[in-house]
């Protein structure tokens, strides 16, 4: 199965054109939240596009620092409600390991359910500190790079921008049917699949990274390979 990516070439090699992209953050349809509770009727009722740049667009943001806690859930419950067992519990939600973001979305309604119960009353924040729930559009634009061979890759590795490696390495699980990343799904349909590059691929666990740090990670894991044309 093809992707936009990936043509045949005349000689019938596939090729791999490399994409860039950049997002468009804009209200995701449902009002703030000041409460807890209101936190979790929202969860409850917003798109899954919201749902999904809460947790994975938001690396793509300049403005988004927390080193500790990587979805915005997470960070409004720490910073904001100052409530460091729920940050906590939010925190450590990976959404790659859920079978789809509608499951991610019930654990995470699950996980403030068993707070509120917890409590002995609803905590609130002022207005301008309200979790505010976005979503984005995604531009995506060509680069003129294109790969024909698995030594391509990784020579080509260090000069793609992080934006490049986040539409590829990451938004890419939304689009294959595999839910894995593009190069991945590029390189196991070669007539010889390179083995070892693949396994290195398969084995980044890229959610706790930072898009910089994912990079560096992608150019060690696959510099010292020695990979068959």
């Not at 699950?110 to 729930?133: G, N, Q, W, Y």
């Not at 991945?184 to 396994?199: D, H, K, R, V, Y």
Request: charged residues 25%; hydrophobic residues 40%.
């Amino acid at each position: 199965m093809e992707n936009n990516h990936i043509s045949h070439q005349p000689d019938g090699a596939l090729s791999f054109k490399v994409k860039d992209c950049t997002i468009i953050t804009r209200m995701g349809g449902v009002d703030p939240a000041i409460t807890l509770r209101e936190l979790r009727e929202r969860v409850k009722i917003c798109t899954i596009d919201s749902i999904y740049h809460h947790f994975c667009e938001l690396v793509m943001r300049p403005t988004f620092d927390d080193p500790e806690f990587r979805n915005d859930f997470a960070v409004w419950a720490s910073r904001n409600l100052r409530d460091r067992t729920l940050a906590e519990r939010l925190g450590v939600l990976n959404p790659y390991s859920f079978s789809d973001f509608e499951a991610l979305r019930e654990r995470l309604i699950e996980i403030i359910d068993i707070r509120l119960t917890e409590i002995h009353f609803i905590p609130s924040v002022p207005l301008d500190e309200a979790f505010m729930f976005l979503r984005s559009a995604t531009a995506i634009f060509d680069t003129g790079m294109e790969l024909t061979s698995t030594q391509d890759f990784i020579e080509c590795l260090p000069s793609l921008s992080r934006n490049s490696i986040f539409y590829h390495f990451i938004d890419a699980r939304r689009r294959t049917p595999e839910k894995i990343d593009d190069f991945t799904f590029w390189l196991q349909m070669m007539p010889e699949p390179p083995e070892e590059l693949l396994w290195a691929l398969r084995h980044i666990d890229f959610y706790y990274m930072s898009l910089s740090e994912l990079k560096e990670t992608l150019v060690q894991s696959t510099c010292n390979l020695s990979v068959g044309e």
